[in-house]
């Protein structure tokens, strides 16, 4: 396990922060952890990596206890907001952080090209930060981040200022940072962006946990059908596919357990009687679980 919290709890003069959250996340996945704008992610991240002391709870990094500095080492971390230095340029900057690392000289120019070439900047290393676009600027962030090879990555909104463009190479870049083994815990209320890449989420909301689990277990995307002559025996064989069917007039929304079911629902009302006219998935699976899970209100 690569990190372990046990009611871990940070609030501030008992308002605000997090409470009570007990959450694994294991070696090699993209964890999301969603929540609106206030939620308390960042105070979580904040808290895991050290930079804050917990309230009361506790937690493991890496099968450490928080705040172990031999287990920092094996951490990377991009904040949401941050400001580099503007004059630098881009390998100036990586080799600058290589340094607050602890690492030698010689591990640092070793690390430099290998990491300009995984966030795409390889021909921008000698251009100054402040020449730099958002989306470079992002992406230096993100080598600034990896730069000493951390086993755990913590992303926080990593792509929330960018454009579709710029979303796209950080999500390629997250892809291939898994694909080398790397833990990530992506913080972000962007949910197209974790529907992409994450492996199981959490979704916290006012400082509670309030749900976890694979992206499989938590999106059963509904499926919805469009049909005349919807009869006893039709909707009698839909409830051996899923006994919780709702039926309103002509349309039936049902949860299936995977798309394979679906030539198997357009047998049984066809086979039925029944005259089909739509049989779809329903889209935006995710934004309805969070939604249904933190509400509509404003942000606090």
């Known amino acids: 396990m690569v990190i372990e919290t046990y009611n871990l709890t940070k609030t501030f003069n008992g308002k605000g922060g997090f409470s009570n959250v007990?959450?694994?996340?294991?070696?090699?996945?993209?964890f999301g952890f969603l929540g609106k704008n206030g939620a308390g992610k960042s105070t979580f991240i904040r808290t895991l990596i050290g930079l804050l002391?917990?309230?009361?709870?506790?937690?493991?990094?890496?099968?450490?206890?928080?705040?172990?500095v031999p287990t920092r080492k094996k951490i990377g971390y991009l904040p949401e907001l941050f400001q580099y230095?503007?004059?630098l340029t881009g390998?100036?900057?990586?080799?600058?952080h290589g340094l607050l690392y602890k690492m030698s000289r010689s591990e640092i120019k070793g690390r430099i090209d290998h990491v300009l070439d995984t966030v795409g900047l390889s021909g921008h290393s000698d251009k100054r930060i402040r020449?730099?676009?958002k989306g470079m600027k992002q992406r230096i962030g993100l080598g600034c981040a990896i730069i000493s090879d951390p086993e755990l990555l913590f992303l926080d909104e990593p792509t929330s200022a960018l454009d579709p463009v710029g979303r796209?190479?950080?999500?390629d870049i997250i892809v291939d940072l898994k694909s080398q083994g790397k833990t990530i815990f992506l913080n972000t209320h962007l949910l197209s962006e974790v529907e992409m890449v994450a492996d199981r989420i959490a979704i916290l909301d006012k400082g509670s946990l309030k749900t976890t689990g694979t992206m499989k277990e938590l999106l059963k995307?509904?499926?919805?059908?469009?049909?005349l002559g919807i009869n006893e025996i039709i909707v009698e064989q839909l409830k051996n596919i899923d006994s919780g069917l709702e039926i309103n007039g002509q349309t039936i929304s049902l949860i299936p357990p995977s798309k394979d079911s679906?030539?198997?629902i357009a047998r049984i009302v066809v086979g039925g009687g029944g005259q089909l006219f739509e049989l779809k998935n329903v889209e935006n699976a995710l934004e309805a679980l969070f939604i249904s899970t933190v509400g509509e209100e404003d942000s606090r």
């Not at 007990?22 to 993209?30: C, F, K, N, Q, R």
């Open 22 to 30: 007990s959450l694994s996340v294991y070696e090699g996945e993209v």
């Open 53 to 68: 002391h917990p309230t009361c709870g506790e937690a493991l990094i890496l099968g450490s206890p928080i705040g172990d």
């Open 85 to 87: 230095h503007s004059w």
């Open 91 to 96: 390998r100036e900057l990586l080799f600058n």
């Open 131 to 133: 020449e730099y676009s």
């Open 168 to 171: 796209k190479h950080v999500r």
């Open 221 to 227: 995307s509904p499926v919805q059908i469009n049909a």
């Open 262 to 264: 679906l030539p198997e």
